[in-house]
DNA sequence: TCGCATCTATCTATCGGTAGGTAGATTGCA
DNA sequence: TGCAATCTACCTACCGATAGATAGATGCGA
């Protein structure tokens, strides 16, 4: 069982996650891995030529794992409840396991000092959420009476009241709230 | 008509505000703001010794300003949606001409890593918003008959659902989705 | 022995912050 | 009223620390 480098490259990528997710991308250094890693700061720049790389690599790997655990919305029977229950416990977890943010959403409010690459996948990871969670709706019965647009409006809506929940529950030190929050669909939005 | 001392250190806290609330609080230096106002990054600490100070008085002025805006959430005859048309209104305005987001959703985002003092404000801003929302949703129909708990969960969702709003519209470049968002208080939560 | 992974060593740029100085306005007192 | 003391609002010059990034040597397993 010797380390290998896939190991290393991990290691790196999880630790810029947490790092993100805790205090920004601007809020963590090379420094600050390779010492948490247990590597020197060139080391990762070995794997990541760049901040941006990283940060961009952190991100994609985010979204991408984000949605394998979300799993199909297109199973059957599936209520509307039911989904905005997945996405909320998905969350949830992050939040009160180590008082970590969406890394995303985090992103977000970073976003207009942050690299293009970096930007570009925190959109895609609201881009392809929102969508999971309008697919999902669409089949409900609630969805299957409403317009495209309503749908896709209502997805991002459920999403902004994630996003800002976990902002306000971490900067309040009160994570129980966010537990408690229960968004629903129907009726939430003119 | 000759500069005056409240003129530089006024300035100083513009550009610092507009600065955080674009790139966040590790997205801008003395330096910065040294050159946007034209003096040197040593005027800028004669002001405010150190970033933390400066940073905690910016969030301060902005929550005060944006308390004093909102007004009166006692005055009568206010609806439950015109307290949060209030609210969007004043969020929407910053994000339509600037792109700016909520001076405290931004420190919220980066908060684990920010000086005590600056998160301190930070929180105190949803405090006193989310206080705001819940006095006056207690003067409405809907207000009326709530638990003052039930007050309490209503106006930081509200909130929460603004601030979650304005980092997707803006890492979306969509502010006019914001502007159509309409959040609605009866039965957006369970 | 090839070459991947990691190291040492270092670079340039910038960070927040400090030391010490100064022109000019203001104040207090003889 | 005159003038010395003090204050305001900056400045130049610099500090140690740290940022992201790079070149080239080394170790080590296949």
Known sequence: MTATTADTEEKILDLAEALIRTNGYNGFSFRDIASGVGVKSSSVHYY????ADLGAKVARRYT???LVTLGDPDTPAVSADELVGKLHAEFATALGKDGQMCLCGVLAAESAGLPDAVVEE?????????????RGLKKTAWGSAATEEDLH???LSVLAQ???AMLIARVQGKPAWFNDLKPKISGSIA
Chains 1, 2 share one sequence.
Do not use: H, N, V, Y
């Open 162 to 164: 994630l996003e800002g």
């Open 64 to 66: 991408d794992r984000f």
């Open 48 to 51: 990541f030529p760049t901040k």
């Open 122 to 134: 925190a959109k895609s990871f609201f881009d392809k959420t929102g969508d999971w969670l309008k």
């Open 153 to 155: 409006k209502q997805s």
